[in-house]
């Protein structure tokens, strides 16, 4: 892990203290000069099963930088006394850095999502960023993860974005990632949003910080899921009073 920046720690689960401008251009820095990086983007759902898995907790101990990906990051480092700067998604990051590649004919492998939706994503990358090299994809319904690690080596790209979902994303980029020195970034459900099948919050729901609760709208599904977050919030209380040791 780099050292370079402040870490600030929320529940367990080091954070790194930068904005969407630093991130990004530190990954252009970092490509530039063929260095290896591991992203992790975290939400508190991630903080929690991380809690309760030791051996997660350990593969997020090894990324170069961790983000706060989700406004209850951002508000339980503020109740801890160490805030963050800024919320850093995923989604976010990966637009900025597709528009990098694009810009600088960088080559990119995309992992992850339903095969429908992977041939999507492909098709809007083709179309969106025409200068981007496409180094090769897969979906991330496999049996054989070999198989794609033998892609990504021979290929060599300069970015690696996985979008199988937490843990299993980042379970596979600690195992591969010495196979190329790459950008190597797990991006959840972003697949899903960059080929429409998926819609992202429009702006106001973003700049009230209730994305959550629009994507329950569309996914009512997630509702147990979406119950992490009134636990988290009561586990950062317990941790600003004394009353949670770790």
């Not at 054989?144 to 690696?160: G, H, L, M, R, Y």
């Amino acid at each position: 892990m780099l050292n370079k920046y402040e870490q600030v720690n929320v529940l367990g689960v080091d954070f790194t203290k930068i904005t969407n401008n630093e991130l990004l251009e530190q990954l252009k820095l970092d490509n530039q000069n063929h260095s290896n990086r591991f992203v992790i983007t975290a939400n508190p759902e991630i903080v929690l099963y991380a809690r309760d898995h030791p051996e997660y907790l350990a593969v997020l101990k090894l990324a170069d930088y961790t983000t706060a990906d989700g406004i209850g990051i951002i508000k339980g480092a503020k109740i801890l006394k160490t805030p963050l700067p800024e919320r850093v998604t995923g989604f976010d990051t990966l637009g900025s850095l597709l528009k990098f590649a694009n810009k600088e004919q960088k080559s990119v492998y995309f992992l992850g999502a339903k095969p429908e939706t992977i041939k999507k994503t492909i098709n809007k990358i083709h179309h969106d960023y025409p200068t981007l090299k496409i180094a090769g994809y897969h979906d991330g319904y496999f049996t054989n993860d070999q198989e794609i690690a033998t892609e990504i080596k021979d290929s060599q790209p300069d970015f690696v974005f996985v979008a199988l979902g937490f843990p299993k994303q980042e379970f596979f980029i600690a195992k591969y990632r010495q196979l190329t020195p790459a950008i190597w970034m797990g991006v959840g459900g972003s697949f899903d949003v960059l080929a429409g099948t998926v819609k992202r919050a429009p702006i106001f729901w973003q700049k009230h910080h209730i994305e959550w609760l629009y994507r329950l709208f569309q996914e009512p599904s997630r509702f147990w899921r979406m119950l992490a977050l009134p636990k988290y919030l009561i586990m950062i209380y317990l941790k600003k009073f004394g009353l949670l040791k770790t």
